[in-house]
């Protein structure tokens, strides 16, 4: 639960950060499941386009984890 809150947290505070379009291919691919592929015809993208969007957000998720809770729980 903890977790789940603390994802929840930081998402919605790096969300406004972030493109509508780089948002939506990291959650629809992260968070639902979503094939990269179908993400892509979605957005108008390219699949290599959907997962750099998705890394980046996830590199930012982390970093500002790590800077609320520190390094050794991620």
Not at 38 to 49: F, I, N, Q, R, T
């Amino acid at each position: 639960e903890y977790e789940r809150q603390l994802f929840h947290y930081v998402a919605n505070a790096i969300r406004p950060d972030v493109s509508e379009a780089t948002w939506n291919a990291f959650w629809w691919t992260a968070v639902d499941g979503m094939a990269g592929r179908d993400v892509a015809e979605k957005l108008g993208m390219s699949v290599a386009a959907v997962y750099l969007a998705k890394s980046r957000v996830m590199a930012r998720l982390k970093e500002q984890i790590r800077l609320l809770v520190g390094e050794e729980t991620i």
